[in-house]
């Protein structure tokens, strides 16, 4: 087997270090590297850039949702002899108008690397490590989306498709939209979570409803109406015309990819909220 290492950035993240774990059960040497990590890695500090890849051959390449992939780290893995890429991107990029992601998916496919991009839809993880579970705890979410289904998908699914792709041949050039086994409301998301739970959540889906919660948590108008309009476009994307058919909300990759079906929510929120777990 290859002893050089895989470099895995976010590695203490939710699908990070899902990613770490599935590579060192397979037998491979991984160089796991965050800004927190036993390996330093800072997309500000570019001094951490080349102790990282020195060595490696293969990277699980993401950001924080708030920064973008930059070129010039591409490029430098590049020179430092990685030659395959595995990018976690994100569905529906283009109804949303993601620029930061839509730019990292251009800069991997340009890169002379082999690539792979991973396109998950909603993570179940959002919901108890992610940015809705303060809401979750709270009782209530509010997301400007209304009645909208997402086919909600697991980290773990997402973790077993990055480490197929980074260890395993036929996977480059693809770009791998994954989903659970169903498309839910977060309001029937909402109702799983708190049958697990034994609680009493409550969904709010209106645009009001989003502006109230955002003014609460202190933060900008301006921004909060940028992300309205973005999911607004999200929902609008989703809707069928003449011209655009009902858009197919799951998809095949997970067990394409992996060989087994993807975790249903109902059994992520039984696994993950349980009172008896």
Avoid: C
């Amino acid at each position: 087997m290859d002893t050089t290492p895989i470099l895995v950035l976010g590695a203490t993240g939710s699908t990070g270090r899902r990613v770490v774990a599935r590579l060192k059960a397979r037998g491979h040497a991984v160089r796991g590297a965050s800004r927190h990590g036993d390996v330093r890695f800072d997309w500000a500090d570019a001094d951490t850039w080349r102790p990282a890849l020195t060595g490696a051959r293969s990277m699980y390449l993401m950001a924080p949702h708030e920064l973008p992939i930059d070129p010039a780290f591409v490029r430098e893995a590049v020179d430092q002899g990685v030659r395959r890429l595995v990018l976690l991107s994100s569905r529906g990029i283009e109804a949303m108008r993601d620029e930061r992601l839509l730019a990292a998916e251009a800069t991997v496919k340009a890169s002379g690397a082999a690539w792979t991009i991973v396109r998950p839809d909603w993570f179940n993880q959002n919901f108890d490590e992610g940015f809705f579970r303060p809401a979750v705890e709270a009782g209530e979410l509010a997301l400007p989306v209304g009645d909208l289904a997402q086919a909600f998908v697991d980290a773990d699914d997402i973790a077993a498709v990055a480490a197929t792709a980074l260890t395993e041949d036929g996977h480059e050039g693809q770009t791998y939209e994954l989903t659970g086994p169903r498309a839910l409301t977060f309001g029937e998301a909402l109702d799983l979570i708190g049958r697990a739970s034994g609680r009493s959540l409550t969904f709010r889906g209106s645009p009001d409803d989003y502006r109230a919660q955002q003014a609460a948590l202190g933060m900008p108008a301006d921004q909060t109406e940028e992300e309205v309009a973005a999911f607004q476009r999200l929902v609008e994307s989703a809707q069928p015309t003449d011209a655009r058919p009902p858009a197919a909300r799951t998809t095949t990759a997970v067990a394409d990819v992996t060989g087994r079906e993807p975790v249903d929510f109902a059994d992520y929120a039984a696994r993950t909220w349980s009172t008896d777990r």
